[in-house]
């Protein structure tokens, strides 16, 4: 291969002057951009709609950040087939080292234009700058590995030779992929999937959040730009409700890549599995969903380490990452001491506009807003002590970052994904209780243990049933290439996204001999 190896996007240093004007002005950039609207794309052509979704700051939801086309049911029945016959005419066909430079091509334009795209996310998803670049920074990320990593698959695999034949075995695409992501990284986990289908050979109809469809619109824009043919990506907004449903029951849609919630990649999987009419394929599908994430601190840990590393995984981004510290698990002798750390850490963080850049900004939107407000009372109800925070602030949806005590393992807190600053904190016996409430959930995404006992930290290793597992260090953060990131149980199909095994989870092998 000749290009060079692979390494993750630098993030930026707000402290430095430049790169704090810099990001002001790609805000004012962006505010000058509001209101612009999006079609749809489908057979690479841009299409009307009748019905449009508009996208709102959170932080101030009486702004419209723009909007996109709305598809009906029709027009998603349309994407599948002509994204279906792009593939079967053009696309399979295409050289897969050139798929590769189109994504290297679109990381040095997204790297040029990095704070432009961040300040979308500041505005449509409420990411301070500091979320928001990393949101670009692993997108970046993805282009960049997925590309050296097709580069790597697109050629003969090694197989075995045999006297007398010319044995060969090559990796080929499957058809037109499905692609569904969630809003909370609506550039990285959006451009992963959407790039890693893409760059395998697949045709893409993808369907974005409908709370996150600029920055998916703008990213489609780029990869246009970059070279990608039209036919080749269908952007087809849509209620998924409306449309989910269409896009994963098509007898021609070949699978499906779904990041979101368990209930809905549940239903995606009972879906996909049924048999359509004219269906020639058992579909396949790549599922990651939610999280109850826990961090287990003992009492050999610094104390001011672990209060640290709980605060910053609890309520980054306001707690809406999947990876998101939600459970603190902590042993009796310690549990008091490092609770009232964790509160008074927590009472220090600011919320506000995340143009602002604050700790905090709002959450998602008025649904997920009131949900959280729910879970708050729900564990007020079940005799959970509220330390901090638990109430909403004016202004746009945005709820205090909260820290509830004395919380037992079965509690709906303890147990349910909320999805925002709430921050459970369990009281287990020792450390072997610990490791019995870790593992005691329907999840298993990310987690972590702080210890100073070599012989706990190796069992953690052994014995915590998380697909991203991070010893004496936040929970939250995983890097492309380094961590490749997937969950066991109910958070998922355990893809390992931005690991080696991704992109063959896009293909399928096909062998060829020849006798001569
Ligand atoms: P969500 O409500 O499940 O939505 C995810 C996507 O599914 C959206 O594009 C949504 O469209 C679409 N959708 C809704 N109903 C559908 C249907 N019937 N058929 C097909 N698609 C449908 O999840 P979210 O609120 O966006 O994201 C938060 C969730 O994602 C959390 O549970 C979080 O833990 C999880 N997550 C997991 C990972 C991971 O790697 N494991 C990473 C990030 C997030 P609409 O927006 O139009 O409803």
């Known amino acids: 291969m000749s290009v060079i190896p692979f390494k993750n996007e630098p993030l930026t240093d707000f402290s430095v002057p430049a790169n704090k004007a810099a990001y002001e002005a790609a805000l004012e950039k962006v505010r000058g951009d509001f209101g612009k609207h999006w079609e749809l794309l489908i057979a690479g052509e841009r299409v009307a709609s009748e019905k449009k979704i508009e996208s709102y700051d959170p932080a101030d939801p009486n702004t419209v950040v723009g909007s996109v086309g709305k598809a009906n049911k029709e027009q998603a029945l349309k994407a599948i087939d002509t994204a279906h016959e792009f593939f079967q005419n053009e696309w399979r066909f295409f050289d897969g080292h050139a798929r590769a430079r189109i994504l290297l091509r679109s990381a040095a334009m997204l790297r040029a234009r990095k704070h432009e795209f961040s300040a979308t996310m500041t505005y449509e998803e409420s990411k301070n700058w500091v979320e928001a670049d990393a949101d670009t920074a692993e997108a970046i990320d993805f282009l960049e ?30 058809g037109v992929a499905v692609v569904i992501p969630p809003w909370n990284f609506p550039l990285a986990i959006m451009a992963g999937m959407t790039t890693a289908a893409l760059v395998t050979g697949n045709t893409v109809v993808l369907k974005p959040a409908s709370t996150a469809p600029i920055i998916a619109a703008k990213f489609i824009d780029l990869l246009l730009e970059a070279g990608m043919p039209a036919k080749a990506i269908t952007f087809c907004p849509g209620s998924g409700g409306e449309v989910g449903d269409t896009l994963v029951d098509h007898p021609k849609t070949r699978l499906i890549a779904f990041t979101g919630s368990k209930e809905i990649g549940l239903r995606i999987h009972e879906r996909a599995a049924k048999v359509n009419e004219g269906q020639l394929w058992i579909k396949r599908t790549i599922l990651e969903m939610g999280g109850k994430d826990g961090m287990v601190v003992d009492e050999t840990a610094d104390l001011d380490y672990a209060a640290d590393m709980a605060v910053a995984g609890a309520y980054g981004f306001q707690g809406q990452k999947c990876s998101a510290c939600s459970r603190l698990i902590a042993v009796d002798a310690i549990y008091d001491e490092l609770v009232d750390k964790v509160v008074e850490r927590t009472k220090k963080l600011k919320i506000d506009h995340p143009s602002k850049n604050p700790n905090m900004g709002a959450v998602i939107d008025a649904a997920s807003h009131g949900k959280i407000l729910e879970y708050i009372e729900k564990a007020k109800n079940d005799g959970n002590e509220v330390m901090c925070g638990g109430k909403a602030i004016e202004g746009g949806y945005f709820v205090e970052p909260t820290v509830v005590k004395n919380v037992k393992d079965t509690d709906t807190i303890a147990q349910e994904e909320i999805f925002g600053p709430v921050l459970a904190c369990i009281r287990a016996t020792d450390f072997e209780d ?36 991070y010893l004496n260090r936040k929970i939250t953060g995983a890097l492309v290439g380094v961590q490749p990131f997937g969950g066991f149980n109910m958070s998922g199909t355990d893809s390992k996204a931005g690991g080696q095994d991704y992109l063959g989870l896009f293909m399928q092998g096909k062998s060829v001999t020849e006798k001569f």
């Open 145 to 174: 590995f997925y590309a050296r990593e097709m580069m790597r698959l697109d050629r003969e695999q090694e197989v075995v030779p045999y006297p007398g034949d010319e044995n060969n075995l090559y990796y080929v695409p499957l």
């Open 434 to 469: 610990a490791l019995r409430i870790f593992n005691g959930t329907e999840f298993g995404l990310t987690g972590g243990l702080i210890s100073n006992v070599r012989e706990r930290l190796e069992r953690a290793r052994r014995e915590f049933h998380v697909g991203n597992l």
